[in-house]
């Protein structure tokens, strides 16, 4: 499975945006990017996914560089509850088993 | 709002009796998904099935682990025998048919939390 690197953590101020960078520089031309993320005590939630362009759900946005090396999460404007580690792993076509690294544990101040 | 249900939430134990954890998956979900977390090791992929079949259980230990699907509500996950080391919180998710954007999505119920004494 194809690496991916992430900061081990991140904070950010309530109803600030907050950019959290993904690389995964090994990346193949046809694995998809997926974003996870998991509150405390809780399973881990689907967040966003994406393969070449960028993408826009109502949790969050996907921004995918053009030579697919890196990407970024974008949440528009956190809040208290999006205090949890989010987890960028790529996520091979031909299959659907997703490999969890550390992620990211993101902090945010009120 | 269809989620995955597990059972039980929480499990103690004794090392050397057997356990059975399990899941219910999404409805209409063909995909389904054992993890483990630990602090030491993470989120491990343990097995998963596809339309009940097992498509790969390489990251279970075969001698005390085994995973089953009896129908396409139920997904079982047994330990036997339970060690200490097995102590962990095991997720199971289900997962969408393949995409139109030609990916899984997968759905995460809320974990068992085992400890074993």
């Known amino acids: 499975d194809a690496k991916t690197t992430q900061p081990n953590s991140m904070e950010s101020n309530e109803e600030e945006p907050v950019h959290l960078p993904c690389n995964h520089s090994t990346i193949s031309g046809t694995d998809y990017i997926h974003w996870y993320r998991q509150l405390p005590s809780q399973g881990p939630e689907y967040v966003i996914h994406g393969l070449t362009s960028n993408v826009n759900n109502r949790m969050a946005s996907l921004a995918i560089a053009e030579d697919r090396k890196s990407s970024t999460l974008i949440l528009h404007r956190a809040t208290l509850r999006d205090a949890a580690v989010y987890y960028c792993i790529l996520q091979e076509t031909s299959g659907s088993r997703l490999t969890f690294g550390e992620g990211t544990q993101l902090t945010v101040n009120p | 709002d269809a989620r995955v249900t597990q059972t039980p939430r929480h499990k103690v134990t004794e090392m050397g009796q057997e356990v059975t954890m399990r899941c219910q998956p999404i409805l209409g979900h063909n995909t389904v998904f054992w993890y483990r977390q630990t602090m030491m090791q993470g989120l491990e992929l343990l097995a998963y099935?596809?339309?009940?079949?097992?498509?790969?259980d390489s990251g279970m230990p075969k001698d005390r682990f085994s995973a089953e699907m009896p129908d396409a509500t139920l997904a079982t996950l047994k330990i036997q025998p339970s060690e200490p080391r097995d102590s962990a919180v095991y997720f199971c998710?289900?997962?969408?048919?393949?995409?139109?954007?030609?990916?899984?999505?997968?759905?995460f119920g809320p974990g068992t939390r085992l400890t074993v004494t």
């Open positions: 099935f596809r339309n009940r079949a097992p498509l790969d």
């Open positions: 998710a289900s997962g969408l048919p393949r995409t139109e954007r030609g990916s899984y999505e997968q759905y």
